[in-house]
């Protein structure tokens, strides 16, 4: 019976290998996460930021509900838009997804 197991002989413990070397795999990570998710997404709210300021009365937009029309009234945290003849809605400023091209409401 002996001979199907083998006798567990103690092993020589490996070196201690460098902390650095080990952490190498998680900067790894950490700077792919950064280049590919993080710094995206900073510059899409930083464009956004800068497109809700630039807003002016006349411009066509739409908003991030897919709500297509023209401000008539802007506020601070508040712009008017009319979506039909004499149909205006309130939204906020930071929910406009996009401003448009003139015209886009005349040919929609």
């Known amino acids: 019976m002996g001979f199907f197991i083998q006798d567990a002989w103690a092993q020589d413990m490996p070196s201690p290998t460098d902390p650095f070397l080990s952490m190498l795999p998680l900067l790894l990570v950490f700077v792919v996460f950064y ?43 508040f712009i008017q838009v009319e979506v039909a003849d004499g149909v205006r809605i309130k939204v906020q400023r930071h929910t406009v997804g996009a401003v448009m091209p003139k015209g886009t409401i005349k040919n929609a």
């Open 35 to 77: 280049f590919f998710l993080i710094r995206p997404q900073s510059k899409r709210q930083k464009e956004h930021k800068e497109m809700v300021s630039r807003l002016a009365v006349g411009d066509e937009v739409v908003t991030t509900g897919g709500v297509l029309g023209r401000i008539t009234e802007i506020g601070e945290q």
